[in-house]
């Protein structure tokens, strides 16, 4: 191990010293140079970074293999075949190569590490045996044997031995943030994480079969195998909830990677972050595909012909507008297929255009001659006129996608105008005060009223009023700069502006991501997704038009009301018109790694009988622990708050949750914290803390070392899929469950 960390710290004193000689090297005034010598001390701030964070947990694994290759150089550990030694080979979270360029340890996502993860007694592809490696801090900790070649167990010198990696890391503490499981991963789950880029990959699996490791694991081994293409594109990971993400977010660094987009499904739509959704018959009706229809026939019914003739006035000069010259000219418009605001220029042409027509037409019958050159003022003339601007925006307004939202919510009467179909109870439904919060219902709403609207002009032009304001303050900051350090002559304002507003502009392909509604990834990892609306998942399909996805998720853990009942009909809004037997693949998962056996039955034999349709799962193990069930008259939060101290009792430093119904997590989260102080977290906020007070909806995709249950009667009565919710509920837990039934 000396070799490789004296080989990382080299790098990174490389690296480090090309940082500091970049951002020293004088480029003058040269706007190019300065952008490659910003581009070079981004590199290499991206690669300290990357060394960084590999750095505790290097190496995880050693292979030896029966025949040497280019990777089992004597630099990696290599022997010769005369000693009876096998060749090695060194895996971890990144590659290094000597100073002669020999690799001395392999990315675990080339071809060459497969083995490490897919060898077997039956087959050994090639390894003779396999060796992992924990450690701590720089330290080898423990060690763990697999021999694939009998003769190895004859050696003389063969020091075999082992605890179980695997196991030793499903029964290790959570801390409230997910680990890599790049040391432990299975062969199934390899397989899974190394397939095809293209195309729809489905990841079916229950509770604990590891589907959140395998999609965060496949976008770090797509972003290496693939870099190519993604680089440019990049890769979004999309979770349910905030929570989600806090407990996710450490992965992929400590996998090198960094150039990921993490989103919840409420800030999937550039600056908003909704964190709250709508009650369930709401939800479902917002999911629903109808309101795709229904926003296309309200931007529609945004374009207006006059039921009657207008009479305008023009510099003076009175004219009667027909409807027909309207319609007219709002039919070319349409014609052109354009989003309503950009299209809604074409419409302005067209009708200033035969407004003009009709105005000289109207000139030369009184005898006035007009010219080609008067007819260029005379359109000028209706285009500044009051009454012209007042019919044009009566016609064709400009809308902003917010405004169409609210205008659709908060008038019913126009609602009811554009639903003939609807009932007044579904209209009802989706009655709110103008310029409410906004939900995680809305954002799918929002993004497809901003596909049918486009760019809104007026916002366009704040953006430019904007940056040239920006620009404007730059340069004055850098007069005040030049004239404090006395360095007038010596360099321009602008220039100094200028260099302001490349660093600005010098931004990630994940930064540039995050704030473009319209960028279009190379690939998408829905985790989760057996929770997404069809509005939700047509909002994805806009943002990889390649329909390049890592769908993970759980049928029957299904509890969101506009959630689908199969994959199939969960993906018809994603894959539109490609629909078909090859359209998606579906790889699954059947190996219940994280909950305990006895957990693990007691969830199937709730969700039997609730009537919840599951895949039963296989666990590798079981706990010291019960289950426990507290039942009685009384108070259901008194009940929670004794559960919780018995399991703090037992507890040497875990994380535990408490999974309430949300009517009861407020009450639950104060008698804790009084009875804890110090040691209880709300919501997303929690996972850092000892006890963690959430939702089903909440914990959905997280685990704690030991979960108290509270109230699993009211969670059944959430909703028509409250049984799903409370099987995702029983099973958070690694270690212990406690149902408080009160």
């Given at each position: 191990m000396s070799t490789l960390y004296e080989r990382l710290d080299a790098l990174k004193a490389e690296a480090r010293e090309k940082l500091v000689s970049t951002r020293r090297e004088a480029v003058g005034g040269n706007h190019q140079s300065r952008s490659e010598r910003d581009a070079y001390a981004r590199l290499?701030?991206?690669?300290?970074?990357?060394?960084?964070?590999?750095?505790?947990?290097?190496?995880?694994?050693?292979?030896?293999?029966?025949?040497?290759?280019?990777?089992?150089?004597?630099?990696?550990?290599?022997?010769?075949?005369?000693?009876?030694?096998?060749?090695?080979?060194?895996?971890?979270?990144?590659?290094?190569?000597?100073?002669?360029?020999?690799?001395?340890?392999?990315?675990?996502?080339?071809?060459?590490?497969?083995a490490f993860y897919q060898a077997t007694a039956a087959t050994p592809m090639g390894a003779r045996a396999r060796r992992h490696l924990t450690l701590s801090g720089r330290t080898v900790t423990r060690l763990e044997d697999e021999v694939f070649d009998a003769s190895l167990l004859d050696r003389g010198d063969a020091q075999l031995q082992g605890e179980g990696a695997l196991m030793a890391a499903l029964t290790a503490q959570r801390t409230g943030r997910m680990t890599d499981i790049v040391a432990t991963i299975q062969a199934e789950q390899d397989r899974i994480i190394r397939s095809p880029l293209d195309g729809v990959l489905v990841v079916q699996g229950g509770p604990g079969t590891g589907k959140t490791a395998v999609a965060l694991h496949r976008a770090a081994y797509l972003l290496y195998s693939h870099r190519e293409r993604l680089r440019a594109s990049g890769v979004l990971v999309v979770g349910p909830s905030r929570s989600f993400l806090r407990y996710i977010e450490q992965?992929?660094?400590?996998?090198?990677?960094?150039?990921?987009?993490?989103?919840?499904?409420?800030?999937?739509?550039?600056?908003?972050?909704?964190?709250?959704?709508?009650?369930?018959?709401?939800?479902?009706?917002?999911?629903?595909?109808?309101?795709?229809?229904?926003?296309?026939?309200?931007?529609?019914?945004?374009?207006?012909?006059?039921?009657?003739?207008?009479?305008?006035?023009?510099?003076?000069?009175?004219?009667?507008?027909?409807?027909?010259?309207?319609r007219d000219a709002l039919r070319r418009a349409q014609e052109r297929g354009k989003p309503h605001n950009e299209a809604r220029v074409g419409f302005n042409k067209s009708a200033?255009?035969?407004?003009?027509?009709?105005?000289?037409?109207?000139?030369?019958?009184?005898?006035?001659?007009?010219?080609?050159?008067?007819?260029?003022?005379?359109?000028?003339?209706?285009?500044?006129s009051y009454d012209v601007r007042v019919l044009l925006n009566t016609a064709w307004l400009p809308l902003t996608p917010r405004k169409l939202l609210d205008d659709l919510y908060s008038r019913p009467a126009w609602l009811a105008?554009?639903?003939?179909?609807?009932?007044?109870?579904?209209?009802?439904?989706?009655?709110?005060?103008?310029?409410?919060?906004?939900?995680?219902?809305?954002?799918?709403?929002?993004?497809?009223?901003?596909?049918?609207?486009?760019?809104?002009?007026?916002?366009?032009?704040?953006?430019?009023?904007?940056?040239?304001?920006?620009?404007?303050?730059?340069?004055?900051?850098?007069?005040?700069?030049?004239?404090?350090?006395?360095?007038?002559?010596?360099?321009?304002?602008?220039?100094?502006?200028?260099?302001?507003?490349?660093?600005?502009?010098?931004?990630?392909?994940?930064?540039?991501?995050?704030?473009?509604?319209?960028?279009?990834?190379?690939?998408?990892?829905?985790?989760?997704?057996?929770?997404?609306?069809?509005?939700?998942?047509?909002?994805?399909?806009?943002?990889?038009?390649?329909?390049?996805?890592?769908?993970?998720?759980?049928?029957?853990?299904?509890?969101?009301?506009?959630?689908?009942?199969?994959?199939?009909?969960?993906?018809?809004?994603?894959?539109?018109?490609?629909?078909?037997?090859?359209?998606?693949?579906?790889?699954?998962?059947?190996?219940?790694?994280?909950?305990?056996?006895?957990?693990?039955?007691?969830?199937?034999?709730?969700?039997?009988?609730?009537?919840?349709?599951?895949?039963?799962?296989?666990?590798?193990?079981?706990?010291?622990?019960?289950?426990?069930?507290?039942?009685?008259?009384?108070?259901?939060?008194?009940?929670?708050?004794e559960a919780v101290a018995v399991d703090r009792s037992i507890d040497d430093g875990g994380t535990l949750a408490v999974i309430a119904p949300e009517a009861l997590v407020g009450p639950v989260f104060e008698a804790l914290r009084e009875r804890f102080p110090g040691e209880v977290g709300l919501g997303s906020a929690s996972l850092t803390t000892a006890i963690s007070v959430l939702s089903p909806a909440t914990s959905k995709g997280l685990e704690f070392d030991a979960v108290v249950v509270v109230s699993p009667r009211r969670i059944l009565q959430l909703s028509s899929r409250g049984n799903a919710s409370l099987y995702v509920a029983m099973t958070r837990p690694t270690q212990r469950l406690t149902v408080v039934d009160a």
């Open positions: 290499y701030e991206d690669t300290l970074a990357q060394l960084g964070e590999v750095d505790e947990r290097l190496a995880f694994g050693r292979l030896e293999l029966r025949e040497p290759d280019e990777t089992t150089s004597p630099a990696g550990g290599g022997a010769s075949d005369g000693d009876g030694r096998g060749f090695f080979r060194y895996i971890g979270r990144i590659g290094l190569r000597d100073r002669e360029h020999h690799p001395i340890l392999l990315d675990w996502r080339v071809p060459g590490a497969s992965v992929l660094p400590s996998l090198g990677e960094s150039g990921v987009v993490l989103a919840s499904l409420g800030s999937l739509y550039p600056g908003v972050d909704a964190s709250r959704d709508d009650a369930p018959d709401v939800a479902a009706l917002k999911g629903s595909a109808k309101m795709a229809d229904l926003l296309k026939r309200a931007v529609r019914s945004r374009q207006i012909v006059p039921t009657e003739p207008t009479e305008v006035d023009i510099d003076g000069e009175r004219m009667v507008v027909q409807p027909e010259l309207v200033l255009a035969a407004l003009t027509r009709q105005l000289v037409q109207q000139l030369k019958a009184r005898g006035t001659t007009v010219d080609d050159s008067d007819e260029l003022v005379l359109r000028e003339d209706i285009r500044q105008s554009i639903t003939p179909q609807w009932s007044d109870a579904e209209r009802a439904l989706l009655r709110r005060e103008r310029g409410a919060e906004l939900t995680i219902s809305d954002v799918p709403l929002l993004d497809e009223a901003a596909e049918l609207l486009g760019e809104f002009d007026t916002a366009v032009d704040a953006d430019k009023r904007a940056r040239k304001a920006q620009q404007k303050r730059d340069i004055e900051n850098a007069e005040r700069a030049i004239e404090n350090m006395q360095v007038e002559g010596l360099v321009t304002a602008s220039d100094i502006a200028g260099n302001f507003a490349e660093r600005a502009q010098s931004m990630t392909t994940a930064e540039r991501a995050a704030g473009d509604r319209t960028w279009a990834y190379g690939h998408v990892v829905v985790d989760e997704a057996q929770e997404l609306s069809p509005m939700q998942w047509r909002l994805l399909a806009r943002r990889c038009p390649l329909r390049s996805f890592t769908v993970v998720g759980d049928i029957a853990q299904a509890s969101s009301p506009a959630s689908a009942s199969s994959w199939d009909r969960a993906l018809q809004s994603l894959l539109g018109r490609r629909r078909g037997p090859d359209a998606w693949h579906l790889e699954e998962l059947t190996v219940n790694y994280r909950t305990p056996a006895q957990i693990v039955a007691f969830a199937e034999d709730v969700a039997r009988r609730t009537g919840l349709e599951i895949t039963p799962s296989r666990s590798v193990r079981s706990s010291e622990w019960p289950v426990r069930e507290i039942e009685g008259e009384r108070d259901a939060v008194v009940a929670t708050v």
